[in-house]
């Protein structure tokens, strides 16, 4: 518990670096983000490499994968017409979330989505955090506990529809895992997939 419980404290820290007013202007955001995904990703290999046991490549799972990125990419380009009919300040937050793309070559960072960030979080949050949280909780309470503080960590942003994609990704990325822990594989294609849908092919 204790190396799972330094872990998220480890995230925590590199996702205020990342979002907080006092620190993001700092530093280059995808380069800190590439890093902190080889830091994390590093260490859920390190502390649990059991979950290596839950990747599983086959066509079936990625079909799944590619599914799950396609249902994701539609339910998001929904929410976000949705969240501007509703709220005045929906539109101008998502734009903050991508200014960040000004900061560097598209090309790097669709490489870095589809090959370093996206899979990262998959291995550390459901991988890692929840397969443990899970095994020492009780899956409900695992699913539940991870995709809590995969969502708080996102909080240092001040960006209340950046929080609130958090949270509902880490909800049905951890649901799914909740439900078949050899559906790693497809969390893992369909998180780089979507994030790079999301944030450089198709943006909302």
Request: proline share 3%; glycine share 6%; aromatic share 18%.
């Amino acid at each position: 518990m204790k190396k799972i419980t330094l872990s998220i404290c480890i995230a925590t820290l590199l996702w205020f670096i990342m979002f907080s007013p006092w620190t993001a202007s700092h530093v280059n955001f995808w380069y800190c983000m590439t890093s902190s995904g080889i830091i994390l990703t590093s260490l859920a290999l390190i502390w649990g490499r059991e979950l290596i046991k839950d990747i599983s490549v086959d066509l079936k799972n990625i079909a799944l994968g590619i599914s799950i990125a396609i249902v994701l990419w539609g339910l998001f380009w929904i929410g976000d017409k949705v969240s501007q009919w509703m709220f005045d300040f929906a539109r101008p937050e998502v734009n903050t979330i991508y200014d960040m793309k000004g900061m560097t070559s598209p090309y790097f960072i669709a490489i870095t989505l589809l090959f370093i960030i996206g899979p990262a979080e998959e291995i550390f949050w459901r991988g890692f955090i929840q397969r443990n949280l899970m095994k020492q909780w009780g899956a409900n309470t695992g699913f539940i506990l991870t995709t809590l503080a995969y969502t708080l960590i996102h909080i240092w942003s001040f960006n209340f529809m950046l929080v609130m994609a958090a949270l509902i990704v880490g909800f049905l990325w951890g649901l799914l895992y909740r439900i078949n822990q050899k559906w790693l594989f497809p969390l893992i294609l369909s998180h780089a997939l979507w994030d790079c849908a999301a944030f450089v092919i198709f943006p909302f």
